[in-house]
């Protein structure tokens, strides 16, 4: 579909005047869906915004769960040396995307975190349709040919356990997230995964040596902050458990270990290819908007070696309806 993303960003990331997420600037990097066209430019009042309710509706169906396309992958970049990642939530339907796009990547070693291997790997070597609510969400087959899949329960194994699995990772993505079931349940579900659980493994990484660790989250996550808690998208999706709430504790916990980290806060997840530029925003700056799951694993990917990415929070959608130009005067 397109040439690297990590170079892309590294591309537009270098100019000072347009920084990756400067609050209240919008950096779009517009992709195409037929050529290799790539482009990026930055404006402040442009927002392809849907109503806020519909991205509400997307967003609480897809919230925590995570996902795979057969993509090209991305060329690794070497500004950062990564020469082992590790996925936690590899079968879910933004992991899978990511776990491919890295298991297709020369030079490097790929670890599979799951909670049961047998089940994974019979899980990830079929495509299959999965119906999430009112949403029918298509996933393809990943070949796990070149991938270590090993247990990693971030609910039910000790920090210890896990810091064992990752022993020698140096890059770690963390696309796990509680799958709403039971509403009963919900609460419990998002506490000890999105709070409780993800903290341990960000623990577990920490004692492991991990360099760099990507966390999958959602736009609205700092909603209270900053006066989106009556907001419809917040309310709706917050109404899972309180997983927004869950995944805050989260992400500050990451922010306060100490190790490098990039937060990914995409919108209403969607299964299909992008249709649409990526607008990649500053932190608490969207409230609505949807993406394609393809383009959060290619942003995921990046932020693992993009130096520029470093302790940032980048909130992504697409930015729908705009037509794809040469970034810089370069077709990518």
């Known amino acids: 579909m397109m040439k690297s993303l990590a170079v892309s960003l590294l591309l537009l990331l270098s100019n000072p005047a347009e920084a990756f997420v400067t609050p209240g600037r919008e950096t779009i990097l517009r992709v195409s869906t037929t050529t290799t066209t790539l482009s990026a430019t930055t404006n402040e009042n442009t927002v392809d915004r849907r109503s806020l309710f519909q991205k509400a509706a997307a967003s609480c169906a897809a919230i925590g769960l995570a996902s795979l ?83 990693l329960n971030v609910v039910d ?13 140096d890059g770690l993505v963390i696309a796990v997230g509680y799958v ?57 999706t917050n109404a899972f458990g309180s997983v927004l709430d869950e995944k805050l504790i989260a992400e500050n916990y990451l922010r306060a270990s100490g190790m490098d980290y990039t937060i990914v806060r995409p919108g209403g997840l969607k299964a299909k290819p992008a249709t649409g530029a990526l607008l990649v925003k500053g932190e608490d700056t969207t409230n609505s908007g949807e993406i394609s799951r393809d383009l959060v694993a290619d942003v995921c990917v990046a932020s693992l070696t993009d130096p520029k990415t470093s302790k940032k929070i ?7 309806g705009t037509p794809p130009k040469a970034f810089n005067g370069l077709v990518m």
């Open 157 to 169: 194994d000790s920090v210890d356990t896990m810091a064992e699995t990752l022993k020698g990772v």
């Open 69 to 151: 396309t057969t993509a090209p992958a991305p060329a690794f970049a070497a500004t950062v040396q990564i020469k082992k990642v590790a996925v936690a939530g590899a079968t879910g339907q933004t992991g899978r995307r990511i776990l491919e796009r890295l298991a297709s990547s020369k030079g490097l070693s790929v670890i599979g975190g799951v909670r049961n291997v047998d089940t994974a790997s019979a899980s990830l070597s079929k495509s299959s349709t999965v119906i999430r609510g009112a949403m029918v969400q298509s996933v393809s087959s990943v070949d796990t040919s070149a991938v270590d899949l090993r247990r």
């Open 180 to 236: 709403p079931g039971n509403p009963l349940k919900w609460n419990e579900a998002a506490h000890s995964v999105d709070n409780v659980g993800t903290c341990r493994l960000i623990d577990a990484a920490k004692k492991a040596g991990v360099k760099k660790v990507v966390l999958v989250t959602s736009i609205l996550t700092n909603g209270r902050a900053w006066g989106q808690e009556k907001s419809a998208g917040f309310v709706i």
């Open 314 to 320: 980048l909130e992504i959608i697409e930015d729908d």
